[in-house]
């Protein structure tokens, strides 16, 4: 992100935030959807628990494959995506990367940007700011990013290729796209549209659709034909309450994928 922050500060899309930031890639009512939730985003025992108990082994995952500063570049550049409250966002920063989290939702950065001022990074930790927007903005904008990231967001938005490409687009050079996912099999519909939403009341009924739900082979080929190059995919397994995930080979419901741009 050669100038994410600097875009943040002087922000083109002041007005957008008003306007809750039209976002070509991602659906209005998904954003209305999840804008809802921004007020409970960081309750761990709310909503979005699940993502809690996920968000460990993500960014875990996440840190271990990207590359180790050198003298010359102390820190990375990182956009989280799609960022919702923040919960990654935090995270990444917490793990001394200089962060950028974008959401169409305006409800999502405000709760994001809240949470932030009532609980301060520690000293340690690595800059983060917000900016309510869409990939496309960034796009048209030229900015570009040491790594994007973009969790539990693909399955939401309306091309998932064209997605994938806008993706590869704001990465640099040598850089690295991580995304997270569900499966569209058998095993995820009953696990984490019939058993999250309507058994266990994991989540809002209507937070995922089956059908848009990606196949490894299908992101492998959205990575391939947007020039990325598929550097290893993991799967993510709940315990049986649901309250820690470990990596494991199983990707037929939850899974996490990391991509080169050349």
Not at 99 to 124: I, W, Y
Not at 134 to 154: K, P, Q, R, Y
Not at 224 to 229: P, S
Not at 234 to 261: C, H, K, Q
Request: glycine share 8%; with cysteine.
């Amino acid at each position: 992100m050669h100038s994410s922050h600097d875009s943040d500060r002087h922000v083109p899309g002041q007005q957008a935030e008003a306007d809750n930031a039209h976002a070509a890639s991602v659906s209005q009512e998904e954003i209305a959807r999840f804008g809802a939730l921004a007020r409970d985003w960081w309750n761990p025992t709310g909503p979005m628990r699940p993502l809690h108990a996920m968000n460990p082994l993500r960014i875990g995952w996440i840190d271990r494959h990207l590359p180790l500063r050198s003298k010359k570049q102390s820190r990375l550049t990182v956009l989280d995506l799609g960022c919702g409250a923040g919960l990654a966002s935090e995270a990444l920063a917490k793990t001394g990367h200089d962060v950028l989290g974008m959401d169409a939702s305006a409800e999502g950065v405000a709760a994001a940007r809240q949470h932030l001022a009532e609980n301060p990074l520690p000293s340690a930790a690595e800059s983060l700011a917000y900016r309510v927007g869409s990939a496309e903005e960034l796009v048209s904008e030229g900015v570009t990013f040491d790594a994007v990231v973009a969790l539990e967001i693909i399955e939401h938005v309306t091309d998932p290729a064209a997605f994938m490409t806008m993706l590869a687009n704001l990465t640099r050079p040598g850089g690295q796209v991580f995304v997270s996912t569900m499966n569209r099999t058998a095993r995820a519909f009953a696990f984490a549209k019939i058993g999250a939403e309507y058994v266990a009341r994991l989540l809002p009924v209507g937070t995922h659709d089956w059908r848009k739900f990606v196949t490894p082979s299908e992101l492998a080929s959205y990575g391939r034909h947007a020039g990325l190059r598929l550097d290893d995919m993991a799967g993510m397994t709940p315990d049986l309450l649901g309250r820690s995930w470990r990596e494991s080979r199983d990707l037929s419901v939850n899974y996490i994928a990391a991509f080169s741009r050349d």
